[in-house]
């Protein structure tokens, strides 16, 4: 008899937003390898299209890539009520990154980010869960970053919406667990993405930054392998707890 795969995500339905770029493009796909039926959300309609024949190639499944701003309330209940039956997972990985020191922060600033890293999952999240969406020992995961644990300059304000991201999360693990349904985040540092490559455009040479990770910058897709691992039947005795993804030994 062959071994059942704990980490497999074959029969499951799984949600990334941000699911076009970067770290969540690279979660797509990990979980349509793991054989997840993936169901992608992007704001540009050129990506989103380039994102499903990717993830076709993969596998037959009837992957999907849905287009919303998930900051636009309408948007997101469109959303909701174009799902079908209920999702075994929802990866929180839509997100968007600031330079900016406290003593410059506009208003306009602080509220562009708490829409888009606070406001936009965590009011999807609970359209899900209004609407019985996710299914009974499904898993949420908000991507996170190790900006909510360490003190960095000029990210104050995006540190905030990442912090509040490992509050929300806590709380919710503890209300959704009834239903078997976990809540998680993941902290990763730097990773090569077009976020990070546009950061380092900003603010120059990042080699002081780089000394301090000793197994070097991440990946996409090693966060995406973390992913697969919080949304499989492997993490099924973990909620409410953020893992850090360093290369380091903070």
């Avoid at 979980?31 to 704001?43: F, N, Q, S, T, Y």
């Avoid at 992957?63 to 997101?76: F, W």
């Avoid at 410059?104 to 888009?116: F, G, R, T, V, Y």
């Avoid at 919710?172 to 490559?197: D, G, Q, Y």
């Amino acid at each position: 008899m062959q071994a059942s795969n704990p980490f497999s995500l074959a029969d499951k339905r799984i949600l990334v937003t941000g699911a076009t770029s970067g770290i969540g493009h690279a979660i797509a796909l990990a979980c349509a390898r793991m054989g997840a039926e993936v169901i992608g959300v992007g704001r540009n309609p050129e990506r989103l299209a380039s994102a499903g024949q990717a993830l076709n190639q993969i596998s037959d499944k009837p992957h999907r890539m849905l287009q919303a701003d998930l900051t636009n309330a309408e948007e997101r209940q469109q959303l909701v009520q174009s799902l079908s039956s209920q999702l075994n997972g929802v990866v929180h990985s839509a997100g968007v990154s600031r330079l900016c020191p406290v003593r410059i922060i506009s208003q306009k600033h602080l509220d562009e980010l708490q829409a888009i890293n606070v406001t936009a999952p965590t009011m999807l999240t609970q359209a899900l869960l209004q609407k019985n969406l996710i299914a009974p020992g499904g898993s949420i995961v908000f991507i996170s970053s190790i900006a909510a644990h360490a003190g960095v300059a000029g990210v104050a304000a995006y540190s905030g919406t990442k912090a509040a991201l490992l509050a929300i999360s806590r709380c919710l693990s503890m209300e959704v667990s009834k239903h078997r349904i976990r809540s998680n985040c993941l902290s990763p540092a730097l990773v090569e993405t077009p976020m990070f490559e546009g950061t380092s455009q900003v603010v120059g040479s990042l080699d002081k930054e780089l000394r301090s990770y000793p197994l070097g910058v991440g990946k996409p897709e090693d966060v995406a392998n973390a992913s697969v691992f919080l949304l499989s039947d492997a993490s099924r005795w973990i909620t409410g707890t953020t893992i850090v993804m360093g290369g380091s030994g903070f």
